[in-house]
C-alpha cells in the first residue's frame, strides 16, 4: 500500500513538472510572439533602420551590390537560417532568440552578441508587455564603457604612395572617453579599422588583383589609438586629420552598440573601389540615424576624402555635424616644424652635426645658450628617430646614448602652438572628382571644344591644399573632343601616378627617389585623330628644390610599351627619360613645365620628343583655369575650365 501511495506521488510530481515545463516555454514563445505581431503590423522588417542593422541593400542602394541580399558573409551573423536574403525571417529569429535560456558565456546570448539590434527594437515595441529576462554582457559593458564617451570621431590618414591600397587615404573611427576615465588620454582611444585580411605570401601584383577584383575578405578590428599612430604616423609618416564629431548620446550609443556586433568576426567582400573603408566607415557613422545617408546610392567608387566632405555638408540637429578639427602631425611633419623653428646659425650647427657627431662637445657648440643648445639636439633626436622609420640610421648605439645624456644636460624647452604653423585640413582642398571643358586649337587639325572627367584625385599642378604636395595620382582621366565633323573619344588615362620627392628636412642627405607610372589609350602623337595607341610607362628619378624658385626640378629614366596595329609589329617598345621643373610663383599661379624624350628600341624604331607646359589659375577650391601648352610632332594649345566636386 505504501509503495502505491510513493508511485501516485512521483507520478503527481513528474506530471506537475511537465505541465509546468510547458506551460513555461509557452509562456515565453507567447511573449516573443506578442512582440513579433507587433513588429508585423508596423512592418518593423522592411524598416530602413533594421535594413541598416543587417547591412541589407536593395539592388543600386549600395556600391557595387546589385541583388537583394546583405553583404555580410558569415552566417554567424543571423539567427535565421535565412536571414541573409529575409530580413523578416531574421526579425522573426532574433525576437524568439532574445527569450532563449542563459548561456554557459554569458556574453554569447544574443541579447549581448546583438546589442543594436535589441536596443532599436526595444523603442519600436512595447516590451513592457511581456517578461523579457534582462542579461548581463560583462564583456560589453567594459568594452563599451559608455557612461564615459564623450565624443565620435572619423580620423582621416593622408595618402600614403608607398601602398596601392592607401594611395586615396585612409579612414578610422575613434571613440574619446572623458579625461576622468583611465582611457581618457586620445592615445588610449579605442579606435575601430576596416580593412582587408591579407596574407604575407601575396606578392605586389597578387595584392593589386585580389583588391581590385575582391579577392580578399574585409573584416573590423579595434586596437588602441596608438596602435595606428605608430603605424601611420610614425612609420608611414602620414598626417592624421580628427574630425570631432558633433552626435548626441543616443546617436553615439547606436554607433558603438554596432560597432560591437561588427567586431563578432563579420566578414565583407573587400574591392579596393568599391567595399573598401571609406563605405565601411560612412557606413558605420549610418547607424546614428533612421534615414540620413553619408554614402552616395549607385555610386561606382568610394574614396575617402569624399565621405569627409559630406560630413561637412550634414546638419545634426541643426548644428554642423563637424564640431570640431584638428592634426595629428606625423614624425616627417613634427621634424619638418622643429627645423623650421630654428634660426639660421641653428640650422648651420644641425647640418655640422649630422656630419660630425663629435661637434656636439666642442667649445665652440658649448658657446651657444643653453636653450638653443636644446632646441637643436631636440631637432638632432626627431631627425634621428626619423631616419630610423625610414630603415636608415643617424648614429651608432653609443652616440645615440651620449645624445641623450648631453640633451638631458640641458633645460626643458617649450615650443608653442602658435609658433608652428599647420596645414589646412584636407576638406578645405579641392574635392577629388573633376569635370573639363575647354577650347583646343591645333596646328595641323581642326579646332575642338574638348570636355572630360576624372575620376580622382589630384594633379602635379593642382592646389596642394588638403593633398600630399609634389604628387599626381589621376585615375580614369576620359577626354572627348568634338569638332565640325565628330565627336570622337581622344584619350582615357586609366591611371597616372606620380611621386616627386624632394627632402623633408634642411639635411646634406639626398632626396628619396621619385617614380611614375601611367597607363593610357591615346593618340600616337597629336598630328593625327585615329592613330590611338596602348601606352605603359615608367620611371624612377631623382627631384631638388629650387634654391630661389618655389618649385623643384626633377629628372626620370623611363622605360615604355606602346601597343596598336599602327606599328609593323603591332608594338613598341624603348627608353626614354623626363626633365621639368614645376613652379608657384604664387600660392594661386602654379606651373609645369617637361621634356619627355622616347626611343624605341624594339623592330620599330623611333626617337620623339615631347614638351608639355601647363600653367593652373586658382579660382576657388571648386574652379580653376588651365593654360596648356603641348608639342610632339604637332602644337596643341588650350584654353581649359575645371569644375572640381
Known amino acids: ?3 502505491c501511495h510513493v508511485r501516485y506521488v512521483i507520478f503527481v510530481l513528474v506530471w506537475y513538472h511537465l505541465l509546468f515545463s510547458v506551460g513555461a516555454t509557452a509562456m515565453e514563445t507567447g511573449d516573443w510572439e506578442i512582440l513579433y505581431r507587433e513588429a508585423s503590423k508596423k512592418q518593423l522588417a522592411e524598416h530602413s533602420y533594421w535594413l541598416r542593422l543587417l547591412h541589407y541593400h536593395h539592388p543600386g542602394e549600395s556600391p557595387g551590390q546589385w541583388s537583394s541580399r546583405s553583404d555580410v558573409q558569415n552566417q554567424s551573423f543571423f539567427l535565421s537560417a535565412h536571414g541573409q536574403t529575409d530580413p523578416e525571417a531574421e526579425l522573426q529569429a532574433t525576437l524568439q532568440a532574445f527569450f532563449s535560456p542563459d548561456r554557459e558565456d554569458p556574453n554569447q546570448h544574443p541579447q549581448c552578441r546583438f546589442i543594436a539590434r535589441l536596443e532599436w527594437l526595444k523603442t519600436q515595441l512595447d516590451f513592457s508587455q511581456v517578461n523579457l529576462p534582462q542579461k548581463s554582457c560583462p564583456l560589453f559593458e567594459r568594452w563599451a564603457n559608455l557612461p564615459h564617451v564623450k565624443s565620435i570621431s572619423m580620423v582621416f590618414a593622408s595618402a600614403y604612395m608607398g601602398n596601392p591600397a592607401s594611395i586615396y587615404g585612409h579612414i578610422l573611427l575613434k571613440f ?14 579605442p579606435t575601430f579599422n576596416f580593412g582587408a585580411m591579407v ?43 580628427e574630425y570631432v564629431l558633433n552626435l548626441n548620446e543616443q546617436q553615439r550609443h547606436r554607433i558603438i552598440y554596432h560597432t560591437w556586433e561588427l567586431l563578432q568576426v563579420v566578414d565583407f567582400d573587400y574591392y579596393f573601389f568599391l567595399d573598401n573603408c571609406a563605405y565601411r566607415m560612412a557606413e558605420l557613422l549610418e ?40 592634426l595629428i602631425p606625423s614624425r616627417q611633419r613634427r621634424l619638418q616644424q622643429k627645423i623650421a623653428l630654428l634660426d ?12 660630425d657627431f663629435s661637434l656636439i662637445n666642442s667649445d665652440a657648440f658649448s658657446r651657444v645658450s643653453d636653450v638653443q643648445q636644446a632646441q637643436i639636439l631636440d631637432t638632432l633626436i626627431d631627425y634621428h628617430k626619423y631616419l630610423l622609420a625610414q630603415e636608415k640610421t643617424l648614429l651608432f648605439p653609443k652616440q645615440e646614448s651620449e645624445l641623450y645624456l648631453r640633451r638631458s644636460q640641458l633645460p626643458i624647452v617649450s615650443y608653442e602652438k602658435n609658433e608652428i604653423a599647420s596645414p589646412a585640413p584636407p576638406t578645405e582642398g579641392s574635392p577629388t572628382t573633376r569635370f573639363r571643358m575647354g577650347t583646343i586649337h591645333n596646328s595641323e587639325l581642326d579646332n575642338a571644344l574638348e570636355l572630360g572627367t576624372w575620376t580622382s584625385f589630384h594633379d602635379l ?58 597607363g593610357a589609350f591615346e593618340p600616337r602623337d597629336l598630328s593625327c585623330e585615329h592613330c590611338s595607341v596602348w601606352h605603359v610607362t615608367g620611371g624612377m628619378g631623382k627631384a631638388y628644390a629650387s634654391p630661389t624658385w618655389n618649385g623643384n626640378y626633377f629628372a626620370f629614366a623611363n622605360a615604355f610599351l606602346k601597343v596598336s596595329d599602327q606599328f609593323e609589329s603591332d608594338y613598341a617598345a624603348g627608353i626614354g627619360s623626363s626633365l621639368g621643373m614645376i613652379v608657384a610663383p604664387t600660392d594661386i599661379w602654379k606651373f609645369e613645365l617637361r621634356w619627355n624624350y622616347s626611343g624605341a628600341m624594339s623592330q620599330e624604331r623611333f626617337a620623339e620628343n615631347q614638351v608639355q607646359w601647363h600653367h593652373r589659375l586658382t579660382i576657388n577650391k571648386h574652379w580653376d583655369m588651365r593654360l596648356e601648352a603641348n608639342h610632339h610632332q604637332a602644337t596643341e594649345t588650350g584654353l581649359i575650365l575645371n569644375y572640381y566636386w
Open 1 to 3: 500500500m505504501f509503495l
Open 176 to 189: 574619446n572617453f572623458s579625461e576622468k576615465n583611465i582611457f581618457g588620454h586620445f592615445l588610449l582611444s
Open 199 to 241: 596574407t604575407s605570401d601575396d606578392g605586389p601584383l597578387t595584392y593589386a588583383l585580389k583588391g581590385l577584383f575582391g579577392g580578399y575578405t574585409g573584416r573590423f578590428t579595434d586596437e588602441r589609438f596608438y596602435n595606428y599612430n605608430h603605424v601611420y604616423g610614425e612609420s608611414e609618416l602620414r598626417d592624421l586629420w
Open 287 to 326: 547607424m546614428a540615424w533612421d534615414e540620413k545617408k553619408i554614402n552616395p546610392p549607385f555610386a561606382l567608387w568610394v574614396i575617402p576624402l569624399n565621405v569627409f566632405y559630406r560630413l561637412e555638408e550634414i546638419e545634426n540637429e541643426g548644428k554642423p555635424l563637424i564640431q570640431s578639427i584638428r
Open 344 to 355: 639660421a646659425a641653428q640650422k648651420d650647427w644641425f647640418s655640422k652635426i649630422i656630419n
Open 461 to 518: 599642378i593642382g592646389r596642394d591644399t588638403g593633398h600630399v604636395p609634389n604628387t599626381n595620382l589621376t585615375t580614369l582621366d576620359f577626354r572627348i573632343r568634338i569638332n565640325e565633323e565628330r565627336i570622337y573619344l581622344h584619350r582615357i588615362d586609366f591611371f597616372d601616378l606620380q611621386s616627386i620627392e624632394i627632402s623633408p628636412v634642411d639635411s646634406p642627405l639626398p632626396a628619396e627617389w621619385s617614380w611614375q607610372v601611367r
